[in-house]
């Protein structure tokens, strides 16, 4: 396709047909643990967050987009790694903004130049607070914000991110390690890996889902950060509109908006919970099968003992259990790739490119410009 006036050099690369950026991306997976977790960066960060919880202070995960998942991850990583001394709270960026915390504010920034995320940062060293970032941009504008920053080594070149996604998780489980909480890297390889070889599985959900209005998300521990990602995945790759939903959340009036033009789409991956996670996850599949709507599962199956295989209509795929593994790290490093193969797949059934986020069309553009054309003054 001739290159139009509008697509710079900021904009990924503009392809007619697959294999699509994206999944150049999700490739690029392989091999990311390891440079991510050897960083001896996420120790020194470590020891600002172990400052703070010594002293009581709050300490903050900030992010926008993919990156408040990111930001999210991270969060429920270091929460877990902290045993009790401290929480660790994720947070808007545009509201930490507002109202900024002192004690710790670690940003979670791809390109490092997402305008909200930087003014969180500056805002919270205003109020006195250690700055940390996760980026992969080593001179990006919010490196000059920060105190401390990891530099993850892939920057994803995809604007439906995958990288972008998975690197601050990794960043995550290596600032937990300087926490006490150690994920050997050699584990977490296979685990993306394993969970990469499920692609057969995941495809043949994708082709029982598609067809499906809107897309409904589920997830209760650490799945409810990656039912958040896979729905907005969906709406960016997919171009459909998805909601994510806790799991317990679901029962409790949003039935009303399913019908059979929905897809519901289980993650239970998390091994915490004794089994009560996957009891009440066999009474929402039951309840949407009442209904009529389409239901698919991403499960390890140790954490998913007892769900009823019958009520998931459109077929689930077994994903790596990774008991070597701190559990919220396993959990979000066996559902990351799941996920985003999901989307993929969607993807390639629905005959889209998901690598500009429709911003190839001029009305996108222009919402993208308005958003991006300024930015409220903070301080």
Same mark, same amino acid.
């Given at each position: 396709?001739?290159?139009?006036?509008?697509?710079?050099?900021? &904009?990924?690369?503009?392809?007619?047909?697959?294999?699509?950026?994206?999944?150049?991306?999700?490739?690029?997976?392989?091999?990311?643990?390891?440079?991510?977790?050897?960083?001896?960066?996420?120790?020194?960060?470590?020891?600002?967050?172990?400052?703070?919880?010594?002293?009581?202070?709050? #300490?903050?995960?900030?992010?926008?987009?993919? !990156?408040?998942?990111?930001?999210?991850?991270?969060?429920?990583?270091?929460?877990?790694?902290?045993?009790?001394?401290?929480?660790?709270?994720?947070?808007?960026? &545009?509201?930490?903004?507002?109202?900024?915390?002192?004690?710790?504010?670690?940003?979670?920034?791809?390109?490092?130049?997402?305008?909200?995320?930087?003014?969180?940062?500056?805002?919270?060293?205003?109020?006195?607070?250690?700055?940390?970032?996760?980026?992969?941009?080593?001179?990006?504008? /919010?490196?000059?914000?920060?105190?401390?920053?990891?530099?993850?080594?892939?920057?994803?070149? +995809?604007?439906?991110?995958?990288?972008?996604?998975?690197?601050?998780?990794?960043?995550?489980? /290596?600032?937990?390690?300087?926490?006490?909480?150690?994920?050997?890297?050699?584990?977490?390889?296979?685990?993306? +890996?394993?969970?990469?070889?499920?692609?057969?599985?995941?495809?043949?959900?994708?082709?029982?889902?598609?067809?499906?209005?809107? &897309?409904?998300?589920?997830?209760?521990?650490?799945?409810? #950060?990656? =039912?958040?990602?896979?729905?907005?995945? #969906?709406?960016?790759?997919?171009?459909?509109?998805?909601?994510?939903?806790?799991?317990?959340?679901?029962?409790?009036?949003?039935?009303?908006?399913?019908?059979?033009?929905?897809?519901?789409?289980?993650?239970?991956?998390?091994?915490?919970?004794?089994?009560?996670?996957?009891?009440?996850?066999?009474?929402?599949?039951?309840? =949407?099968?009442?209904?009529?709507?389409?239901? =698919?599962?991403?499960?390890?199956? /140790?954490?998913?003992?007892?769900?009823?295989?019958? =009520? #998931? !209509?459109?077929?689930?795929?077994?994903?790596?259990?990774?008991?070597?593994?701190?559990?919220?790290?396993? +959990?979000?490093?066996? +559902?990351?790739?799941?996920?985003?193969?999901?989307?993929?797949?969607?993807?390639?059934?629905?005959?889209?490119?998901?690598?500009?986020?429709?911003?190839?069309?001029?009305?996108?553009?222009?919402?993208?410009?308005?958003?991006?054309?300024? &930015?409220?003054?903070?301080?």
């Amino acid at each position: 396709m001739p290159h139009e006036d509008w697509h710079t050099d900021e &904009f990924p690369q503009y392809r007619q047909a697959p294999p699509w950026v994206m999944e150049e991306m999700i490739a690029a997976e392989r091999g990311l643990a390891e440079p991510i977790l050897g960083d001896p960066s996420a120790t020194r960060i470590a020891s600002s967050v172990t400052e703070a919880a010594e002293r009581g202070a709050r #300490i903050a995960t900030v992010g926008c987009g993919t !990156s408040e998942h990111g930001a999210m991850a991270v969060a429920e990583q270091l929460t877990s790694a902290l045993g009790g001394r401290a929480v660790v709270h994720p947070r808007q960026a &545009f509201e930490a903004m507002l109202d900024p915390w002192p004690g710790v504010c670690l940003a979670m920034s791809h390109d490092g130049g997402t305008a909200a995320t930087v003014a969180a940062m500056e805002s919270a060293r205003r109020a006195g607070a250690a700055v940390g970032l996760v980026t992969a941009v080593r001179d990006a504008e /919010a490196a000059a914000a920060a105190d401390r920053v990891l530099v993850t080594p892939v920057r994803d070149r +995809s604007w439906c991110h995958t990288v972008g996604y998975l690197s601050p998780v990794l960043a995550g489980a /290596a600032v937990a390690g300087g926490l006490g909480t150690t994920t050997d890297p050699a584990a977490a390889e296979r685990v993306l +890996s394993w969970s990469m070889d499920a692609r057969p599985a995941i495809r043949s959900v994708a082709e029982s889902l598609h067809g499906v209005a809107r &897309f409904l998300t589920v997830g209760s521990g650490a799945d409810r #950060i990656a =039912a958040r990602e896979l729905a907005l995945k #969906i709406e960016e790759g997919v171009r459909l509109p998805a909601a994510a939903r806790d799991l317990e959340t679901i029962l409790h009036g949003h039935w009303v908006a399913v019908d059979d033009r929905t897809a519901v789409i289980l993650l239970l991956t998390d091994r915490r919970g004794g089994g009560a996670r996957a009891a009440r996850a066999a009474q929402m599949l039951e309840a =949407a099968r009442a209904i009529g709507a389409r239901t =698919a599962a991403l499960v390890v199956p /140790a954490a998913a003992e007892g769900l009823p295989v019958d =009520a #998931i !209509s459109a077929g689930s795929a077994d994903l790596p259990e990774a008991a070597d593994l701190p559990a919220p790290t396993a +959990s979000l490093l066996a +559902s990351a790739p799941a996920l985003q193969l999901l989307t993929l797949e969607l993807v390639h059934l629905a005959g889209v490119n998901p690598d500009l986020i429709r911003r190839e069309q001029a009305p996108y553009r222009e919402a993208a410009r308005i958003a991006e054309a300024s &930015f409220p003054p903070h301080g």
